[in-house]
């Protein structure tokens, strides 16, 4: 069944070994420039190598018939927990948590834990996510490292540590998905150990020597986690803080600022309040837009269109689900483009929308040389949609991933084909 979903979404073409793809004659956004009537993606050992309306299509090449179509970049969910946990009620399942020691865990890579054989995957395939921000979830400060995924077949790990990710403000109520941990802290004291904690890895950094010999001050960490800082402190990878207040925005702003550290801003309920300070402080935000529902007291002023007040002030923004318990399941990846709709809704303007699941998370997360656009040179993640992707009834008719066709019936499909047909019950009489 899934060679014959790749042949028909290669026109009846499809041939396993197949190097050079072209996607002709579909509506292309390349999300770096301007959209394409009737154009052509030239697809060659996994790479996109023209894009273009008077592109000609190699001799041999497979095709993908894209007439009347739209045709995009992979789109990106940049907050889930795919693939590191399978079933949110069984713990074994989930490896996205580590304890770490006094509210620190950033030797903590969460996709040493990753199965690439989640049976949640393909369904994402299946609506057009080609790449995924997997976070950590904790109950202190410092969760652990974020990695950046490509759903393909192989290879899937594109960076282990994409991010940095952690937490500002009442902490008693959990980070990503809001879990409440009986050891919280208050504002007060989660102030005072991300100052510590900052302060311990440049005396750490500037003291190796010293601190091997152990000849340096007492430091409020281990070794692997203040290690692992170095390059947060360095600004050399970004540090994703969960806060939705709009004061704590302001204290993580001024905190971060003080040593140099790349922020982002992941939830941001009332980031919209506090948008002329994140544009000029250059801090991105990763907000939802389905829920405007606050969850806890920090979100009093959650509204649906922060996302488009945020653009409005300059603030780059990706888009992340903002649906309570539901914020990173693995379930809800595909959900994103449902975001993006409810953006464009809310006034978000349609390519303001798709740039916020594709090129903007690539950017915040320094992959934007390998996906979220289609252009020369960088990897073959490509959707071709039956309409508008943002409308609830298009569905992909082809999604290539490093240039491979990975459209294949999932878990759901399987259990409907199941089902579809029930035997009928024999009458056994009165």
């Known amino acids: 069944m899934r060679r014959l979903l790749m ?3 290669f026109g009846g073409a499809y041939t396993a070994g197949a190097q050079t793809i072209a996607i002709t004659g579909g509506t292309v956004y390349p999300v770096s420039g301007p959209k394409i009537e009737h154009g052509t993606v030239i697809i060659r050992d996994g790479k996109i190598v023209a894009v273009g309306a008077n592109v000609s299509v190699p001799a041999g090449a ?4 894209a007439t009347g179509k739209w045709v995009t ?75 950046f995924v490509d759903l393909a077949p192989s290879n899937m790990i594109v960076r282990s540590s994409a991010a940095m990710v952690g937490q500002f403000g009442n902490t008693s109520g959990g980070g990503f998905g809001r879990r409440a941990t009986p050891d919280g802290y208050t504002r007060g004291e989660m102030a005072a150990r991300l100052r510590e904690l900052f302060d311990d890895v440049k005396t750490y950094a500037g003291n190796k020597a010293a601190y091997d010999r152990a000849q340096s001050r007492p430091l409020s960490a281990s070794h692997a986690d203040l290690e692992a800082l170095i390059p947060v402190v360095e600004g050399r990878l970004p ?39 994140l544009a000029a402080a250059k801090v991105p935000v990763l907000t939802g837009t389905l829920d405007n529902i606050p969850q806890t007291f920090e979100q ?64 915040i997360f320094g992959v934007a040389e390998h996906v979220g656009t289609l252009q020369a040179g ?28 990975v459209l294949a019936p999932d878990r759901q499909d399987m259990l409907m084909q199941r089902y579809k047909t029930l035997p009928q019950p024999s009458y056994r009489g009165p």
């Open 7 to 9: 042949a028909l979404a």
């Open 62 to 65: 497979q095709t993908v018939d």
């Open 73 to 147: 970049p992979g789109l990106i969910n940049a907050a889930t927990q795919l693939g590191v946990e399978e079933v949110q009620a069984v713990s074994s399942t989930s490896d996205e948590r580590s304890t770490g020691t006094d509210g620190v865990a950033a030797s903590f890579r969460v996709v040493d834990g990753f199965n690439p054989h989640s049976v949640m995957i393909q369904p994402a395939r299946n609506d057009g996510v080609t790449s995924i921000v997997d976070i950590p979830q904790s109950g202190g400060v410092i969760f652990g490292q974020a990695g």
């Open 239 to 277: 540090l994703v803080l969960n806060v939705d207040r709009a004061s704590d925005i302001q204290e993580a702003i001024s905190i971060t600022k003080a040593y140099g550290i790349k922020l982002v801003v992941a939830g941001g309920a009332e980031a919209w309040e506090v948008a002329a300070e």
């Open 300 to 363: 009093l002023g959650h509204r649906q269109d922060n996302i488009v007040l945020l653009r409005k002030a300059g603030v780059t923004v990706a888009l992340i689900g903002n649906s309570g318990e539901e914020d990173t399941s693995p379930f809800n990846v595909r959900n994103i483009r449902q975001d993006a709709g409810t953006a464009v809704a809310y006034g978000l303007s349609w390519d303001e929308a798709l740039r916020a699941i594709t090129l903007a998370p690539a950017e």
């Open 378 to 405: 960088r990897d073959a993640n490509v959707v071709v949609w039956s309409g508008d992707p943002f409308e609830f009834s298009t569905r992909p008719v082809a999604v290539l991933v490093h240039g491979v066709a």
